[in-house]
């Protein structure tokens, strides 16, 4: 394999793209398959969708496995995208659209005080936000007419209005939450490798209504998006970031 230097770094030259798709179900990843078997034009691209498991902490552990097996297998990935179903912010992102991620952040990891949230960062430690390639971001939102915005990880996903207001507020320009999308970025991160978020709108973020989820109407709208994201993922350059 010819490779080549970036940053002090040794990675494959420019060849077929390798990306990991990582949903947290099944019912996500195959919604995600289905969109790319009806797209994929033969690049020769590998566009691997793998099921992670719910939660920041199993989506991290899943993704960084499936990560260090391709690197050792010398088949290193080349782009990671968290994808599935979420929860949006009103008015902006109503439910069957879809959103991509300009941020990935982790909402609640911090520290509740008297005064307030304290993000992990304010109180000397790690990160709470990863930024993924603007230029693809606004590929991604052009092929699929998703709207760009930070898209929230939680642990505990909005069940009250209380709390729906609390993010908005700290999070101004949030679109969607989601329970994983940061822990597929902090291992993708840590092996050097370019993270994309996509949600696809099934519920308002806010009270917990059960009746109101569109769960359905989110997957159709989550296999619509990949199939014109695929020639987008199958064409993008990571060194035109």
């Known amino acids: 394999m010819e490779l080549q230097a970036e940053e002090g770094r040794l990675i494959a030259a420019a060849g077929p793209r390798r990306v990991l798709i990582a949903t947290a179900v099944p019912v996500e990843r ?3 398959a289905a969109g790319l078997a009806v797209a994929h034009g033969g690049s020769g691209a590998r566009l691997d969708t793998v099921a992670v498991g719910v939660g920041p902490a199993l989506a991290a552990a899943s993704t960084a496995s499936a990560l260090t097996a391709a690197a050792l297998q010398d088949r290193p990935y080349d782009l990671v995208v968290s994808a599935g179903i979420g929860g949006g912010f009103q008015p902006e992102a109503p439910v069957g659209s879809l959103v991509v991620a300009d941020e990935v952040v982790a909402a609640d990891l911090g520290a509740e ?3 307030g949230f304290l993000p992990v960062t304010e109180l000397g430690f790690g990160t709470v936000r990863h930024r993924p390639p603007p230029k693809l971001v606004r590929r991604v939102a052009e092929a699929t007419g998703a709207r760009a915005g930070a898209v929230l990880t939680v ?10 207001a609390a993010l908005r507020e700290r999070h101004p320009t949030a679109l969607a939450e989601a329970m994983e999308g940061f822990g597929v970025a902090e291992a993708a991160v840590a092996q050097g490798v370019p993270v994309l978020e996509i949600r696809a709108v099934s519920n308002p973020v806010g009270p917990r209504d059960r009746d109101a989820w569109r769960v359905p109407d989110a997957l159709a709208a989550l296999t619509e998006g990949f199939g014109k994201l695929a020639p987008v993922l199958e064409s ?3 060194h035109d970031s």
Not at 155 to 164: C, D, F, L
């Open 113 to 115: 005080t008297e005064d």
């Open 155 to 164: 642990s505990t996903v909005t069940g009250t209005a209380t709390r729906a």
């Open 30 to 32: 195959d919604a995600v």
């Open 236 to 238: 993008w350059n990571r």
